[in-house]
Every structure is written in C-alpha cells, then in structure tokens.
C-alpha cells in the first residue's frame, strides 16, 4: 500500500484538532461527579488496551510474524501501554512517565506521522487513534483531577526514558533493527533531519526531550508552589 496522506493537510488538520476536543468532552463529562470519572477513566483504559491488541492482531493476520521486526519497542508503544496501566491503576510510576514521554512522544509522532496506507484506512486511523488516544487521556486525567505529576515525576520520567532507551539501543545493536530511529532517521519529514548526522541527532534529540520534560514539569511545579 501507498499512502496519499498530505502532512498539515486537510484529513491531517482534522486528526490533530480531534485530540484536545476529545481531552475537552472527556472532561466536561467527568465534571463535578467522581463516580463518572473513574468509569471514563477505566472505559478509555480498556478502549486504548483492546485497540492495541486489534491493531496487534491485524499486524500478525496480514504481514505475519516478522521477528525482529514488527515489535512493540518504540517510544509511542512505551507510552500507550503506560498509558493503559495509568489509567486502569492510577500507578505512579505509570502515570508520571506516561505524561512526559507520552506528550512529548507522541505529540511530535502526530505532527510528523510516518504512515505508508492510505489517509482513511484502518493502519492511518489506528495510528491517529492511539498516539491521539495517549495524549487525551493524560490531559483527561490532569484536568479531571484524577492523578498529577508530583514533585519528582521529571526525574522518573527520566529515569525510565533512559533505562528503556538503553534496552532497545542493546536489541537493535543485536537484532540490527532500529527501533525508536536509534540507528537511523526516519523516511517521513521529522525534527531529526535538523539534528545532524547520526549520532548527533540522537544527542541532540535527547536533549531536546530533557528540554520538553521540563516545559511539561513547569505547570506542576508552580501548582505545588501555591499550594
């Protein structure tokens, strides 16, 4: 399949303004009743885990079982599954690395998205569904009050970015694969292009994920300062 997706056209503004509404309606739904927001919660948990699977099942029926390839080791799969657990457990550990990685993941992956179907077909609406699915439910579950970074939740995130770098960093190097673009760009148009040759820009883009951590650290860090 060839994809006829037009990067900041029409379909593709479409799919990013769906993200915030959706954050928005979840929330306005969850407003002033707790009982309703913990069944949000655990409804858009369990729709983002069966959507996962589905996508997984429908990976192994049409292109068979690939390995190495095909797995679930990049940044977004870290996220999603993250995501999952937060929002089905409210763990901290889920939640807080979730929300750094999982804003600034998947936010540059629906900005930049590396498709190869078609604009409405199942892979691309999959794609939007589950890296869009990550960044509505962090929102949902910080502005229904249901969990919020604490004061270390930068230094895990962190901590579990570095340490699931470093796992897929070993696979690659075995396997020669190269997942989370650790060995090599990107195809599609991304910010790595600006970052130099490899291995710079995967420096660089650390760096630049340091950076984001902290732009997505700053609004907790003056709630706890007020509070």
Sequence with gaps: MQTDFVLFGPAH?????????AAFLLTRAARGNPARGRLIRL???WFLLVNELVWYSFRIITEGVRFPEGLP???CDLSLWLT?????????WAYE??????QAGAAMAVLTPELWAPTWSYPTLYFFTAHGGIIAAMLFLVFSRQARPGPSAFWRGLL?????????????LVFRTNYMFLCEKPSAASLLDYMGPWPWYVATGDALAVILFLLLALPFRRAAVTE
């Excluded at 999952?84 to 901290?92: M, P």
């Excluded at 690395?97 to 999982?102: E, I, K």
């Design 84 to 92: 999952v657990a937060a929002l089905l457990t409210l763990n901290r």
């Design 43 to 45: 409804a858009l948990g």
């Design 97 to 102: 690395p979730a929300w750094f990685a999982g």
């Design 13 to 21: 503004f479409v799919f990013l303004a769906s993200i915030p509404v």
């Design 73 to 75: 080791l990049n940044l």
């Design 160 to 172: 579990v970015l570095h340490v699931w770098a470093a796992f897929v960093g070993a696979f690659n």
